[in-house]
């Protein structure tokens, strides 16, 4: 098969080379974004009297029925016209004739490339964020009913401080409020059209490139050519940020994966989203949370791969970037698909408070509390950070816990206990007291939900004003 770039060449290309070449396997799902690209470059050659209006209409025309045709599963795409933008090419041509041939005029590969994967991505992200602002509602909603679910905070996975289940759940959802604003920043950055850059160093021809860009939707034209086509810190940017992301997400695993172990038993999964044993009829195994964390590395993986790859390349295209494509699509992929089935685990678990209360009260928690007791009777903090860690020992030994000590035994270690000690050190008061910002008390856990659920509200809004048709679906 004679190829589009074939007139410098005598020899066919060899079948391990077509084979080794070929990016249609995995760059055939850029279609949209090629054929968009293809349609507004051809509305501008026509405007700038590049080519014909009779050509302009030809080629639109032309375009429009090979999309159809995509979307219906009408089209066989070829590896020997290598990727997706010499298979719709090479149809144009086929269907239209010799005004197909003058679409590729003051384009190249490398920008049309360059084009169609940053579309992608800027499709892409929204929809990673309206999955994560889901995922943030579903956390309000959990957190709301679990304000007052005393539960041990843990420093080196060692029972620390009195914390509630609310507070938990919220400190997570201001890490994937974090991570909408890095996708969103990515956004921003990414939304530049390099289209018109050409191979490496623009076109003589009239072109107009904010033409293009306004059409697509680009805030304007890359300002330097080379950079147009030779670099692609936008995906790297993404990927990093989905990184983070699964990152958010395996440390959640992790927990959750904890928690509903019989050590812990905090929590219980629903049916749906846990699985059984092909051996031990008893075991119902945490499989979502584990694969989450599981891909994490995955994710993480794909980021390396393209660093790896960017890493020595000159200015300004060179092949090796061909390997730019499926580390994106499969980070969107995973992400994507992890997103949706994490919130309804979510939002379908059972939560045994009774348990995190009794893990509480069995882990000295409240040892700070019995400190800082003594602190506000006028001890030094050190020296009541000594009394309270010999009556923590001392607890250790006799099996008790702080509060089960009468005042008797309290009084053998410091003569300024009184009986209002018992309501220092008590669990439910020692969380509520702490009202400091961010803290665990319910009015401050009522102000981080509120602030979780104006986040997610105010993007909803954005979202509606960008896309109105959204709200009359």
């Known amino acids: 098969m004679m190829k589009l770039w074939s007139g410098r060449f005598e020899k066919e290309t060899d079948n391990l080379v077509e084979e080794l070449n070929a990016s249609i396997g995995f760059d055939r799902r850029l279609y949209r974004e090629d054929i968009a690209g293809s349609m507004a470059h051809a509305k501008m050659l026509g405007t700038c009297g590049i080519i014909s209006p009779e050509d302009t209409a030809a080629i639109l025309g032309g375009l429009e029925s090979i999309l159809g045709d995509i979307e219906a599963g009408k089209i066989q795409f070829t590896t020997e016209n290598e990727d997706i933008h010499m298979n719709v090419e090479a149809l144009l041509t086929a269907r239209i004739g010799a005004a197909g041939k003058r679409l590729h005029t003051a384009r190249s590969r490398n920008d049309q490339v360059a084009l169609d994967l940053r579309m992608y991505v800027r499709v892409h992200i929204p929809i990673i964020v309206d999955r994560l602002l889901y995922l943030e509602t ?79 939707g680009f805030d304007a034209p890359m300002s330097n050519s080379l ?21 958010h997400l395996s440390r959640f695993s992790e927990e959750i994966i904890l928690w509903c172990s019989w050590e812990f038993k905090f929590i219980e999964l629903d049916d749906a989203y846990a699985t059984g044993s092909s051996i031990m009829p008893q075991k119902k195994n945490p499989d979502v949370a584990e694969l989450v964390r599981g891909k994490t590395g995955r994710v993480y993986g794909n980021l390396m791969s393209l660093l790896t790859t960017m890493k020595g390349l000159p200015l300004a295209y060179n092949k090796d970037m061909q390997e730019d494509k499926e580390p994106v699509f499969d980070a969107i992929d995973t992400v994507e698909m992890c997103l949706p089935v994490f919130a309804a685990m979510l939002d379908t678990m059972t939560v045994r408070t009774d348990n995190m209360r009794k893990a509480a009260g069995r882990g000295f928690i409240n040892a700070t509390d019995c400190a800082d007791y003594l602190t506000k009777k006028g001890m030094p903090f050190r020296d009541a950070y000594a009394v309270t860690g010999r009556l923590v020992a001392h607890c250790t030994a006799q099996g008790k816990t702080l509060e089960e000590l009468t005042t008797a035994e309290l009084k053998a270690f410091s003569g300024l206990f009184e009986e209002d000690v018992y309501e220092a050190i008590n669990l439910e008061n020692s969380m509520a007291l702490r009202g400091s910002y961010g803290g665990p008390a319910v009015e401050e856990t009522t102000r981080q939900i509120e602030s979780i659920e104006d986040f997610v509200k105010a993007r909803r809004q954005e979202e509606s004003l960008c896309h109105p048709e959204k709200t009359n679906q």
């Open 227 to 247: 950079d147009g086509v030779s670099d692609r810190d936008y995906v790297l940017e993404l990927l990093s940020a989905l990184s983070i992301l699964m990152m």
């Open 138 to 216: 579903v956390l309000c909603k959990q957190a709301k009913q679990y304000q007052t679910a005393v539960m041990p905070g843990y420093t080196h996975l060692q029972r620390a401080q009195p914390i509630s289940f609310a507070q938990h759940l919220m400190a997570y959802g201001n890490m994937f409020s974090r991570d909408v604003k890095r996708l969103e920043d990515c956004a921003k950055r990414l939304n530049e059209c390099p289209l018109g850059s050409g191979a490496l160093a623009g076109t003589t021809y009239p072109i107009d490139r904010w033409q293009t860009a306004k059409a697509l």
